[in-house]
């Protein structure tokens, strides 16, 4: 329980909330003057210049195979390197790998939580990672032995304080990063499952993260409620980048295959699909905001194929 | 049943569960809902349609919702115009009004617009009393039109086993509900009638549909106003028994800005502002040049040979791709640029023989061997450091790179303390070095231009004079 505060303190109390609010309005200030030094920079509408490019023409997409075992909705799945195989996760608290092109189910795993929200397949195919409201992500080795139990050689990697919304492997089986309900992204080592790196920045849960498409960059995207996406820098962990301009969580964000720019999708849908918005980023980044539907987007992962 | 024609509660904009997620989507589709009925203002038809003896009350055919959409929406896909609406219907905001499944087909069934007072706005949660209460009073209607589809007598025999005790309060509501129902006019039944099973539609769908209400958990922990959810139909109290359902778990207060927060703040908008950034146009161009060189890689728009194994059966693309043997098109993906190259194990390999042939591999290979510490468990990652610093950057090293001062320096530092990380100054400089020096004489060697063209060893005497004029030009 606090005294009553002698006079002393009082003024203490004042000056801070005037050193406070002076900070706030000059924060305020930088952030209209960015806002300004953007717009000068906006000399063309992006559907402008596209105009001048012969359209695609009829773009007709087909469901080539219907993937069906699943007793709840699909929260995420992953590509494997080979592209053919899929690893998905459901509600149902199931992460199933697939071999998308006959249909087959490779390996099954019944986690000890509902709600897999994330998985993702390693780059050399022998591993899958996947976690939820357990708060962990998890590494289970994939086995050519079809008896095995893939439950046995589980291993805990990331432990978070929260929901897990997102992992990716790095290019490597060794690494992963993980984004969570507790406002953080996280780099972990695999085989020790120590944290290399964390990155806060975030004011509320982190949904979701991409990692550049570069081999030579260290750059990964995140998105969250606090309708913030943001880049980081892996070797530091300092956020390069900041873009708020989504009304609403952002669901989803993939890089475009070039690395130079990245889309998101938010609950903020909007309904005319051909709306976007482009702010400039580092050197030659692009920040695409397609406002799709409130799910999240996976278009890019198209470009997999 | 209260009445179908109530007014929605204006909401106040300032409401912070007007920024909740599902807000933000129902105030748009209201906004076009409430467009689509104006047909003053260029709405759809809403009329009655005569059917055999009988007349359809107030109703819209979904070819016309989808025209409207269509044109006011600017969507030149059809597909995409009947995929918004069924989105729009299965919030339950219009529907057919002879199926329980909540979606907009492009032809001649009829629909009907949803009234204000069941919109998902009003922050329905309905109990299983009130599903009850509706299920039991539509077996006391002698109607056709009104019998219980099977899942719903499946659905109400086992909320009669549920509610055994209660159920004598739950028929004495149904009758009170279908002697309300009783007084109005007929034509108004109908009408209310569909609203009503469309209501229960969304929050008790059929098996098989997707329940648009459930909630994503991730989203649960925000704490909804707990007086604006609306748990009865009909009326009925809430039960001070039941559970606190899950997504009034409140989340922890938001933490206050501090001084600190704002001052990293500053610094950061600092940076950004400070920082060389592309106009649009510019930004544009390279975009547009990226999409063109690639193009032809992508299996989505152009053919691919010898097909798509995704649309014949035929997987030999994914070996040929794997293989190390690499067809024409993708040795001309590696002339793009030297991260396209080293991105293909076939490209590494080619320009590690090209370096190798004129004996400056070092530097590739210290490339490579950084990449693959950064790939290392981190246990490992001190010795590799090691290695790689014996190698490549030690005083007599067998295989030493030729670095800048700087990141030699900056190298030497890192060792100190070994981590993923330690040659990242020295990687970029010998990469920079690689991409300005020998990739460009990599593309104008033999190896590479004689994959290009495909061309095999042994060949006619022709197709060696000709490689040999392709060089020296």
Redesign the interface.
């Known amino acids: 329980m606090r005294s009553p505060p002698i006079p002393e303190m009082a003024t203490q109390e004042v000056q801070l909330n005037e050193t406070l609010a002076h900070l706030k309005t000059e924060s305020e200030s930088l952030k209209s003057k960015l806002e300004e030094e953007r717009a000068k920079l906006h000399d063309v509408e992006l559907h402008q210049v596209a105009e001048k490019v012969e359209g695609l023409g009829q773009f007709v997409m087909k469901t080539r195979r219907t993937l069906k075992g699943h007793g709840n909705k699909v929260l995420c799945m992953d590509w494997c390197k080979d592209k053919r195989r899929i690893v998905s996760s459901s509600q149902d608290g199931k992460v199933i790998v697939w071999d998308a092109f006959t249909t087959n189910k490779e390996h099954a795993v019944t986690m000890p939580c509902t709600w897999v929200m994330a998985c993702a397949y390693a780059p050399s195919g022998c591993a899958v990672a996947c976690g939820g409201l357990d708060n962990k992500c998890s590494v289970y080795p994939l086995s050519l032995d079809k008896n095995e139990n893939l439950a046995a050689k589980k291993k805990s990697v990331a432990m978070h304080t929260n929901y897990l919304s997102a992992c990716s492997f790095t290019n490597s089986d060794m690494q992963i990063l993980t984004s969570s309900g507790d406002g953080t992204c996280a780099l972990w080592d695999v085989e020790s499952g120590q944290l290399l790196q964390s990155f806060h920045g975030h004011a509320a849960d982190v949904l979701c993260l991409d990692l550049a498409p570069s081999e030579t960059g260290n750059t990964f995207v995140s998105g969250g409620c606090d309708k913030k996406a943001n880049v980081w820098d892996m070797r530091s962990g300092q956020c390069i980048q900041s873009f708020e301009t989504h009304e609403s969580d952002i669901n989803s964000v993939r890089y475009y295959p070039s690395g130079d720019a990245f889309a998101s999708g938010s609950d903020d849908a909007t309904l005319t699909a051909n709306k976007m918005r482009i702010l400039l980023k580092k050197e030659s980044t692009l920040f695409f905001i397609k406002k799709l539907g409130r799910t999240s987007e996976k278009y890019f992962p198209v470009f997999n194929l | 049943m209260a009445e179908g024609s109530k007014e929605r509660v204006l909401v106040d904009i300032t409401d912070p569960d007007e920024?909740s997620?599902?807000m933000?989507?129902y105030r748009?589709i209201e906004d076009?809902v409430t467009r689509i009925q104006d047909e003053n203002a260029g709405g759809v038809a809403i009329r009655t349609v005569k059917s055999f003896l009988s007349k359809i009350p107030s109703v819209v055919s979904g070819a016309d919702i989808v025209q409207w959409l269509m044109k006011n929406?600017?969507?030149d896909d059809p597909a995409?115009a009947i995929h918004?609406g069924s989105?729009i219907a299965a919030h339950g905001y219009i529907f057919p009004i002879s199926d329980h499944v909540l979606a907009l087909k492009d032809d001649g069934t009829l629909y009907r617009f949803q009234s204000p007072y069941f919109w998902p706005s009003n922050c329905w949660e309905p109990e299983n009393t009130d599903y009850a209460i509706y299920l039991c009073k539509r077996t006391m209607q002698n109607k056709a039109r009104l019998e219980l589809a099977d899942y719903e007598a499946e659905n109400l025999s086992r909320l009669q086993r549920a509610f055994a005790r209660k159920w004598e309060f739950i028929f004495m509501q149904a009758e009170a509900q279908v002697k309300i129902d009783r007084k109005k006019d007929k034509v108004d039944r109908k009408v209310l009638d569909s609203q009503e099973r469309a209501f229960w539609d969304v929050h008790r769908p059929v098996p098989g549909c997707?329940n648009m209400t459930?909630m994503d958990?991730?989203?649960c922990?925000r704490e909804k106003n707990p007086h604006r959810v609306k748990k009865s139909v009909y009326g009925v109290p809430d039960d001070s028994q039941s559970q606190p359902s899950p997504v009034h778990i409140s989340s922890p207060p938001?933490r206050k800005?501090?001084?600190e927060d704002?001052?990293k703040?500053?610094t950061?908008?600092?940076i950004?502002?400070g920082?060389?950034?592309?106009?649009?146009?510019k930004?544009?161009?390279?975009?547009?040049g990226?999409?063109e060189q690639?193009m032809e890689y992508?299996?989505?728009?152009s053919a691919i040979e010898p097909s798509?194994?995704?649309?014949g059966d035929d997987?030999s693309f994914?070996d040929v791709?794997?293989s190390h043997d690499p067809t024409q098109q993708r040795v001309k993906k590696w002339g793009f640029s030297l991260?396209e190259a080293?991105?293909d194990p076939a490209g590494r390999d080619q320009f590690l023989k090209f370096l190798e042939s004129e004996f400056s591999s070092e530097n590739l290979r210290f490339w490579l061997a950084v990449?693959d510490l950064?790939?290392?468990?981190?246990?490992d990652v001190p010795s590799r450091a090691q290695e790689i610093w014996q190698e490549f950057l030690a005083e007599g090293a067998p295989s030493s790179v030729n670095l800048d001062s700087h990141s030699y320096e900056r190298a030497s530092q890192n060792l100190k303390d070994p981590g993923?990380?330690s040659f990242?100054d020295a990687q970029?400089h010998i990469?920079t070095l690689m991409k300005s020096d020998s990739y460009a004489r990599f593309l104008r060697s033999s190896i590479y231009q004689d994959l290009l063209f495909a061309r095999k060893k042994g060949k006619s005497l022709t197709g060696k004079r000709l490689s040999g004029l392709m060089q020296s030009s």
């Open positions: 920024d997620p599902n933000i989507i748009k076009i929406l600017s969507i995409e918004l989105l997707v459930d958990i991730r989203k922990r938001a800005l501090t001084q704002v001052e703040e500053i950061f908008l600092n950004q502002l920082r060389h950034c592309m106009k649009v146009s930004v544009a161009d390279s975009l547009m990226y999409t690639f992508d299996p989505l728009v798509n194994p995704w649309i997987t994914w791709e794997a991260e080293l991105k990449q950064k790939r290392q468990p981190l246990q993923r990380y990242e970029e990469f």
